[in-house]
């Protein structure tokens, strides 16, 4: 199992080729690719490249699928006694990220077409 550990929205998140992911707003546009250079992490067949701070060569390359706004949190703030009461929402903007790829050094260590190329195979190949 291939994964990687991106910064991205002051958040550290660990992604794998051909999944999704919900991160703090992009300014790219639905359907439009995305390149990560923010790399913390990468481990590829048990072998781990652990970056100071980050690793040197390495990219995480996605699409983004849509933007949305999250689930609204309330913030209710009440001082007892003295008839004060302050009610708020908030709803944080959200990106929906598709990881394509993760390359190191310009090579790429898995892609999103390659896992499902994979998976057909093995299936035909039992029947």
């Known amino acids: 199992m291939t ?3 991106i910064e991205t929205g002051g958040k550290q998140i660990k992604v794998e080729a051909g999944r ?3 991160i703090e707003l992009l300014t790219a546009e639905p359907d439009e ?31 983004v699928l849509r ?7 309330l ?11 302050k009610k708020r ?3 944080q903007e959200i990106t929906r990220l598709m990881i394509n790829s993760i390359n190191l050094n310009g090579a790429v260590l ?3 077409a ?10 035909s190949a039992a029947e």
């Open 3 to 5: 994964y990687a550990i």
């Open 20 to 22: 999704f992911y919900d």
């Open 33 to 63: 690719k995305v390149t990560i250079d923010k790399v913390l992490l990468i481990q590829h067949d048990g072998e781990v490249n652990i970056g100071q701070p980050l690793v040197e060569g390495a990219t995480v390359e996605g699409t």
């Open 67 to 73: 933007h949305f706004r999250g689930r609204k949190v």
């Open 75 to 85: 913030v209710y703030k009440m001082k007892p006694k003295k008839k004060t009461r």
């Open 89 to 91: 929402g908030h709803r």
């Open 110 to 112: 898995v892609a999103e």
């Open 114 to 123: 390659a896992t499902t190329t994979e998976t057909s195979s093995e299936e």
